[in-house]
Every structure is written in C-alpha cells, then in structure tokens.
C-alpha cells in the first residue's frame, strides 16, 4: 500500500496477531511483583499544580505508595492536542515532575490520550505518538500509558480499510508504540473500561476477548469494575475480569471521582474492596477528587488497605457488637486491635485514623499553591442549592466522563460543566485569591472560555514563583469589616503575624468538625452517619411535630420531651457546623481553604435553613402532620447503579424534605446569579419582642424613616415598626416570621433582614382592619393626646388618617385562591442577597408544610432594586393583578 496525502502506509504491523497465553496470570504467576498502589490524576476539569503534584509525591511516599499516573483530561497536550510535543518551558516543569516523583520512589507514569482523533491506519499518527512517549522518555520517565475511555466506537473510513475491527485498531498501535520504547511498564484502558460498557456483556464482548488474547502480556490492562464508579469490587468479578483480559488487571478506581458532578466532593474512606483483592489485581490507582485538598482522608485510608493483611468483621451489622461497645466505630476499632499484630482493615477505623491526622492538617501553614480560581468553576461547583441560568447563546454543557446526561434527573438547570477554564488568570499566589472568589457565581464565566488548559507553565502552575512581587508587609488585604468577608472583602493577604492569629483561631476546628464534614460528604452511594441522623432525625421531628399542639404542659409531657430532646440534638449540629464554617475561614492553611470553603458555605446555607424550619415546628407552628409518611427513600441499599442517577448526594436529599411540591423545589432553585459573601449568616423565627429599634435603623429605607408625621417623631421607632411589620408579629397564628442574623467575628448577631408571612391574607387583612388597626388608632391616638398639642384635634385626625393607610392592598377571591399567603421582606441596605434568599426559602418552605399553595408580596414600584432582587429570587410579576403605584410579586408552592 502506497502512502497516501494522510500518511496510511502499508507497514504497520500485521493486524493478525499471536495469542496471549490462555493464562490468568501472564505476569509471571504476579508472585514476585510489587502491588502497584497510588493515584491517577485522571479528572476532567482543571489539572492541579506542580506545587500540588509534589506534594502528592512525597506523602505517596510518606503512606508507602508506589505510582503516580498522569493524565489530567482537560491538560491541552495529554488529549486535545496530543500529537504536540512540549516546549522548552513545558518540558522543564514535566521534568521536574519526573524528577520530584524519582526523589520520593513514585514510579511517574505518563499517560496519554489519542481516542479522540487519531487515526489508527496513520503512520504519521502512530509516528506522533512514538515521538511523544519517546520526547517523555528522554525527561528521564520510564512508564507510559494509552488511554482509549470516553470515545466514539466508530472506525474512521480509512481504518476500517486496514483493520478488521476497533479493538484491532487500538491493540495493534498500542503494541507497536510499547515495542518501539523497549517494552517499558506500559499501561492501556481500553474503551470497554468496565462490565456495564461491555458489548453486549463481559463475557460475550469480541472487544474484550480479542484485547485479552493479543494485546501483548506485559502491558497491563486498566480497569473501573462492573460500573464507571463501582460501589463494590468482589473478588468474583474480578475472575471473570481476569479470565476475560488474560492477565491481572489494575484497577483504575473511580469511588472519590466527583468530575461528573462538582458540587459533590467525597471525604469519606476507601471503602467496598477487600483487602484480599491485592492478590488478584495487578494494582489500583486511586482517581481521587479534582480538589487536591479533599482527597486527604481518601488517600490515607486507601495506604491503610494497602498495608493491610485482611479484613476485619462488619462490625456495622452486628447489634450486640455495636451496642456493647457504644457504637459501630468503637466496635471496629475493638476488633481491629485485637487482631494485633495481624493488621486488619476496617473503613471505620480508618478513617478515624485519618482524620486525626487531617485536624493537623487544618492547623499548619500555607499548603501546596492551588490552580488559578475559574468562575466558571465557582459557579457549578459552588452554589449547590444556587445554580443559575445560563445564557441562550452557550450550548448545555455535558458530563464527559461518564456520558451520563440521559440519566440525570429532569431539571430546568443545566447538566454540570466539566471544563477547566481559567481565562486570564491574574492570581500570583494562593495567599492572593479573594476567598470570596471560590463562592462567587457568574453565568457570564461561561462565555468564551477555552475547554483545556495547560498545567506545564509558571502562568498556571508556579504562581508562587512571582510572589516576591507582593508586599505582605502589612495587613492591608484583611477586611477591615467586624464581619469576615462582608461586600466581598478580600480577606486572604496574609502575613506571618496574621498565620499566628489564624493559628490560635482555627485552634476551634477539633475532630468533631472534622467529622461532621465527612459525614455530610462522605461516599457517592451513602452518607456518613451524622449525615444519616440528620436526614432521620428531620424525618422523626416533622412527622411528630403535631405532639406540640396536644401537650397541655410541655415541660412534663413524655412525648414532648422526646421530641424537644431530639429537636436539641439536631440544632447542636447545625450550630456545629456554623462553628466550623467560622473556624475554617481562619485556618492558616489557605490552600485547603480555598478548596473546602465552597461546599462547607453550602452546607452551612442549608442547614441553616432546615435548621429554622425545625426551631418554627417548635414554637408550635405546625398545623399539619405528613399523612403517608415521609419514609427514609433516601436510602440507597445496594442498588447497582452509577451515582449520578441518585441525585446529588447528602445535602440536596436533606433540602428535599423541605420540598412539598414541585413548585416548591423550584423556587429553592435560584434561576440567576445574585453577589455572594463570606459573612457567615444563622436564621431564627422571628420573635413577638422584635426591637423596633433596630427595625427603624437597619429593616427601613429612607423615604419611610422620612413618612411619618411630626406629632409621632418621639416614637418614630415604633411607628415604623408597627406600620410595616408589627401586623405580622400580633396577628397571624401560626407564625412564619423569621429573622436573618449577621455572625460577627466576635460571635455575636447583629439582625438584618426579616421576614414577614401570613399563611392565610385574606383572614390577615380582615384582622388587621378589626383588631389591629384599632389597636394601634388607641395606641396613637393617646400618645398624641398625652403631648398637650395646641391644635390637638387635628392631630388627632391627621392621625387617624395615616392610620387608613396602613391597611394592606386587598385582591379579588380568585387571586387568592392561588396565592393565599402574603409575604414582607425588609433588610438593611448593605445585606448580601443570600440572606435574603434563605430567608424567601424559610418562608416558602413554612407556608408550603402548612397548606400554602401560593405567597404573594406587594412592593412599591419605585423599589427597583428590591424588585430586581426578589425576581432573581425567583419571585416572578403576577401581570394580571394591577395596582397603583406598585408591582405584585408570587410563586406558586
């Protein structure tokens, strides 16, 4: 065959290979060989940094691992622009790369990845790769990899010319390349990486056995179990796996990988494989999280297993075991000790292990420089009840990884970005980063950004390399705000001084913390304990709230007691939780803060909100109990199944016990960015003693401080108090009024937005005109009486004339059919919309598990900036209704 203008030529090798030995154990029976143990570094979305890398070497190296694989998705030359060779400046930081791993005895493995475009019948092509590995091979590497997962299965034109099938394709370029480079320790995932994308199944796919039987024996086969994400590896699948492949495979474990769905991340420990599997694979790279900070536990339980003899006994299933020793985790570490010197692995155990060690983590100095802050990336990975709309111009985005888009669950939000866009990144060092950047949401972020970067440059890489260029001389980056990170502040210039004060400061962070974390972003099939006690003790108060309205006497009554009892526990961990949210933005360590603040401000919005839905259902609120039951559907059992089709892990299943509706969920689903803040806030109902103080100076604007008349300035205070919100604290039973606070530095609150509803607006209305109105008309009427006026008369019925204005705006009976609660939002003129929002959630939730199936508020319409708030909150105009002088406002519940 002649070489034509794309370079197919007639020699390349023969597609009709010898077979594999029919043996299992083509490494030489695998006896003598070191278990290969370590971390892929094979994510979609932005790579980590040198600094990370090496970092990650040395502790491979401190927890007795052996191997680094790289293969970063979205790094530009290991996939998009795979024929490319590096450059000067690229080939010395892969160099040091290589290096570093050789100093710390990590055998670094290059990957890298031609599926996506290569043609197989291409000399040229097959030529570019050689070139690449051998470019690789000259910086001193000496282990490769070619990965064919995440591509399309159909043959170019030109290639089904050459070769009989795909598999031949792939196998008979991966065998040439590993000869050309001298047979060195060679690595392939094929593109039937595991039993569920086994055509049609593991046993009958050609792809499969014809890889088993010619890919030559000493390349080692990569594998991710029977699903993409595997909950469990048994030691029978991994025999059928084995008699399929002809050899040991390495499994390629993809447990704490969360790039098919950012705002997951999984602290939890390697849990679901036997010990005893060690025997019968080749080796296991762990492909942890993109966030290198949160994979500290992964990774120390993961050299745990690896140390380890056997497994201990599932202590979690055995009652008496349990029960004797206080719990599943004292019982594990029980029978782990006893087995000494035996050395047994128990996940539990581990874990507690582990995170002891990470609470010393929390407590050091700067960490290893993290990759430039993507908006982009903010924006998914962050707001996880606060996903936005995203511009009709960008196409929807989709999971790469593991095409799993048609498996999603049906939403108006779009399917998680897997890019590593970083844009113009003016970063220099982590210590720089505005910790407010890694919440800040940004629809805009999406447009024209590229889909790959490249780690192997300073720009990227090494910023700390340009920090001679700061000044950290003075303290000039800290917020000057008594509240962390209020309007955005930068709070993360640091000097030495300030690592001191942190370091005392973040002393608060204990392993209580610590696990409480864990626990809420344990495994993507199951939550950790404390994650499961919320969901259930939620479960348990709601369904027995309605015991508050028949105990006579709270305080004696059994059941109240247990109820209250319960209620208490369950707020003490959502305090904890604020605790550690406080706590962690003090820690001296910025790089795991960087990395870890975006999901523990998540997690601290949520339960701050289910937690003010628990303290309202104790005031007594509740007037309707779950009829059927809310169940505990939470539970996933052992359902074989990838984890994206589950939902989105703890905290969403948490906030969906809030949800009685779809149009509730809906409006927990903010449709466009709002400006977000580091100010830590907690919620509370509102109470009947409401100072009206601070309702006139921060909960008033302007022109209603300015309303009022000049016979009432003595008690402007409760003027104001009285005629914008007093009606919702006096009048409505239940209540669903609840108050935002501001955490100062120094834990105390200080109020700034409110909450007003009434459950049902018709009967307010008609209350507020019987009772109220003349309440206040007495209250007024003899204050002014008591001044002595000279013309008091008409002052009197100056009085008594703004006193008709008070009176709610009233609508026809077929509005309120469809929204029969009324709402009043109030907050101070420097208050971050969150608060706002959770507040908008507290009542919509509220009104909903009482009956409610529409709020309504009515705002002026001169308040542009409040109406544009609350229509990104997801209020939308109610046109139908007119009003003069100002705008009606609804969601349906």
């Not at 080939?91 to 197989?120: N, R, W």
């Not at 570019?128 to 590995?133: D, G, H, M």
């Not at 420089?369 to 707001?383: D, L, N």
């Not at 705006?809 to 609660?821: A, G, K, L, V």
């Amino acid at each position: 065959m002649s070489t034509s203008e794309t370079g197919n030529v007639a020699n390349l090798p023969n597609s009709d290979l010898p077979l594999v030995s029919s043996s299992k154990n083509s490494e030489n029976d695998g006896s003598t060989q070191t278990f290969i143990c370590g971390v892929v570094e094979g994510f979609y979305g932005r790579p980590w940094t040198t600094d990370q890398r090496r970092h990650l070497f040395r502790q491979l190296r401190d927890l007795g691992m052996n191997t680094y694989l790289y293969a970063p998705k979205d790094d530009v030359k290991h996939r998009a622009e795979w024929r490319q060779l590096y450059t000067s400046e690229e080939t010395d930081h892969l160099q040091s790369l290589i290096t570093a791993a050789k100093e710390c005895d990590i055998t670094f493995v290059y990957a890298l990845s031609p599926g996506i475009d290569i043609i197989y019948s291409s000399a040229k092509d097959v030529k570019a790769i050689q070139e690449k590995l051998t470019q690789v091979r000259t910086f001193g590497c000496n282990a490769f990899a070619i990965l064919f997962d995440d591509i399309e299965t159909t043959m170019n034109p030109q290639d089904k010319k050459h070769f009989s099938s795909f598999v031949m394709a792939q196998l008979t370029v991966t065998n040439t390349v590993f000869e050309s480079l001298d047979s060195p320790m060679f690595f392939f995932c094929p593109t039937e990486y595991c039993e569920s994308r086994a055509v049609p199944s593991l046993s009958e796919s050609d792809y499969l056995s014809t890889l088993g039987q010619k890919l030559l024996p000493d390349i080692k086969i990569m594998w991710t179990g029977p699903r993409v994400v595997s909950r469990i590896l048994t030691p029978e699948h991994i025999e059928k796996v084995s008699e399929v492949l002809r050899r040991k495979p390495v499994i390629w474990d993809n447990l704490h990988a969360n790039d098919y769905d950012p705002k997951r991340v999984f602290l939890g420990p390697f849990a679901g494989r036997s010990v005893g599997l060690k025997q019968q694979l080749g080796g296991l790279l762990l492909n942890p999280n993109c966030k290198y900070e949160a994979n500290f536990v992964p990774l120390h339980t993961l050299a745990e297993w690896n140390r380890c003899d056997g497994d201990a006994p599932d202590v979690e299933n055995d009652r008496d075991a349990t029960l004797e020793a206080g719990g599943a985790e004292p019982a594990a570490e029980i029978v782990v000790d006893k087995a000494k010197p035996i050395k047994l692995y128990h996940p539990l155990r581990a874990l507690k292990e582990a995170s002891k060690k990470w609470l010393e983590v929390y407590l050091q100095g700067l960490g290893p420089t993290i990759p430039p802050i993507s908006q982009m990336e903010t924006q998914t990975i962050a707001p996880i009840i606060e996903p936005v709309i995203i511009s009709s111009t960008v196409p929807p985005p989709s999971i790469r990884t593991c095409e799993g888009n048609e498996l999603l669950p049906h939403s108006d939000i779009p399917s998680p970005t897997y890019t590593s866009p970083i844009g113009t990144a003016t970063t220099v060092t982590v210590q720089a980063f505005p910790l407010s950047n890694t919440i800040i949401g940004a629809a805009e972020a999406h447009d024209n950004m590229p889909l790959t970067v490249n780690s192997l440059t300073a720009e990227y890489s090494e910023p700390m390399d340009l920090a001679s260029n700061l000044s950290f001389s003075s303290k000039e980056g800290i917020a000057p705000s008594s509240s962390r990170g209020a309007s955005m502040t930068d709070v993360s210039m640091l000097d030495a001084d300030d690592v001191v004060d942190d370091l005392v400061l973040s002393r608060n962070i204990d392993l209580d913390h610590i696990g409480l974390l864990v626990d809420i972003f344990y495994l993507p099939f199951e939550h950790g304990k404390r994650g499961n006690e919320l969901l259930e003790e939620f479960t348990w108060l709601h369904s027995n709230a309605h015991v508050l309205r028949q105990c006579s006497d709270k305080s004696t009554s059994i059941n109240c007691n247990e109820w209250f009892r319960r209620c208490e526990a369950f707020l003490r961990t959502v305090q904890l939780l604020t605790k550690l949210y406080n706590s962690i933005i003090d820690s001296p360590n910025k790089s795991l803060v960087q990395e870890l603040l975006p999901y523990i401000w998540d997690a601290q919005g949520i339960l701050s909100v289910v937690g003010v839905v628990i303290e309202w259902m104790r005031q007594g609120n509740l007037l309707t109990s779950p009829q059927d039951g809310l169940g505990n559907w939470w539970t996933n059992g052992e359902m074989d199944v990838e984890p994206w089709t589950l939902g989105g892990g703890m905290l969403p299943d948490l906030q969906k016990l809030l949800f009685t509706s779809t149009n509730v969920a809906d409006i927990f689903l903010a449709k466009q960015t709002i400006p977000l803040s580091l100010t830590c806030y907690s919620l509370r109902p509102c109470p009947k003693t409401l100072e009206p103080n601070n309702f006139y100076e921060v909960l008033t604007s302007a022109d209603e401080k300015n309303n009022f008349l000049n016979e009432l300035m003595g008690v402007k205070d409760e003027y104001c108090f009285d005629r914008y919100f007093g009606a919702y604290v006096g009048i409505p039973v239940p209540d669903h009024n609840f108050v935002a606070d501001e955490v100062l530095a120094d834990g105390t609150l200080r109020p700034c937005a409110v909450i007003g509803a009434a459950l049902n607006s018709q009967e307010f209305v008609e209350t507020f005109k019987s009772v109220y109105i003349p309440r206040m008309r007495e209250t007024y009427l003899n204050y002014v009486a008591s001044l002595s006026l000279e013309d008091e008369a008409l002052a009197l019925q100056r009085v008594n004339k703004d006193l008709e204005a008070w009176v709610p705006i009233e609508f026809p009976e077929d509005f309120y059919n469809r929204y029969p609660s009324r709402i009043e939002i109030r907050y101070s003129s420097n208050v971050v919309a969150v608060a706002v929002r959770r507040l908008v959630h507290s009542a919509a939730a509220t009104l909903a598990i009482n009956g409610s199936t529409g709020m309504f508020t009515v705002v002026p319409k001169d308040e542009i900036e409040k109406i544009d708030l609350l229509l990104k909150l997801g209020l939308t105009e109610i046109s139908t209704i007119t009003t003069t002088g100002h705008v009606v406002l609804g969601h349906l519940l």
